[in-house]
């Protein structure tokens, strides 16, 4: 089978490196793209088949540059996963301009601007699309009003690209973690004032599953999705909260 090729953002650390770890496991080469230059390269030496890129994605320039990047370095693109994201603890009230237009762009506009970069080439590959949601695109969470819009928004953003999409042999789904053992998991703990072994407790005893997910299962879904056996799975939206939304 001729190599698969992958990029994956926010690699840096948590779920984006779970997944980049798992796509190389299972043999995808991938250009794992992050802010942080020492995590994101000790990534890259972790396996020979990921390749570090460090910067910052705030603009359309920006995502093009990724992508030309990613299609010029390993000759073409089979599998974007939209990871990278932000999460900024405020109700409407307390949400400011500056933070509402930050969480937006981060997490609902870079994954379009990426998406509609990649799709000439997920085009001649027949290539997919996995974003990483979140339960709260499919209810609600208190004191979370940018960052809920913006995984609602990203939910349906994947069905409307996998129906536009679909007959040119594009599959793109999406992938909605509960709460995840992570940094974002933990710096939710600090806003409340609390240490990341309290935040982890508490986080635990609030699932119906008696833990929180891991970044490797969140990878294992995201593995499956872009493999053939998911050929069949376009447009969907699973959840993955240890029977949370249940």
Not at 14 to 23: E, V
Not at 26 to 49: N, S
Not at 124 to 139: E, F, Q, Y
Request: aromatic residues 4%; charged residues 20%; neutral net charge.
């Amino acid at each position: 089978m001729a190599t698969r090729i992958a990029l994956v953002t926010g690699a840096s650390s948590g779920i984006g490196a779970a997944i980049a770890r798992r796509l190389a496991a299972d043999g995808w080469q991938l250009l794992a793209a992050g802010r942080d230059a020492a995590r994101t390269q000790a990534l890259a030496a972790d396996a020979a088949a990921i390749r570090p890129w460090v910067g910052a994605l705030s603009t359309s320039a920006d995502a093009d540059r990724l992508v030309a990047d990613c299609v010029r370095s390993f000759g073409g693109l089979d599998l974007l996963v939209n990871n990278a994201g932000i999460y900024e603890v405020a109700d409407t009230e307390r949400t400011t301009d500056e933070s509402w237009q930050r969480t937006i762009a981060i997490n609902l506009s870079m994954p379009f601007y990426l998406s509609r970069a990649a799709l000439p080439e997920l085009r001649r590959r027949k290539g997919s699309i996995v974003n990483i949601a979140s339960d709260w695109g499919l209810k609600g969470g208190a004191n979370a009003v940018a960052y809920c819009a913006c995984k609602g928004g990203l939910v349906l953003m994947t069905r409307a690209m996998a129906i536009d999409h679909a007959d040119e042999g594009i599959r793109v789904n999406a992938v909605c973690p509960g709460d995840v053992e992570t940094p974002m998991l933990y710096r939710s703990g600090a806003t409340r004032g609390v240490d990341e072994k309290t935040a982890l407790r508490q986080a635990n005893a609030e699932s119906r599953s008696g833990r929180v997910t891991t970044p490797e299962e969140v990878a294992a879904v995201v593995a499956f999705l872009a493999s053939d056996d998911a050929r069949q799975i376009n447009g969907a939206a699973i959840p993955i909260d240890g029977g949370g939304l249940a």
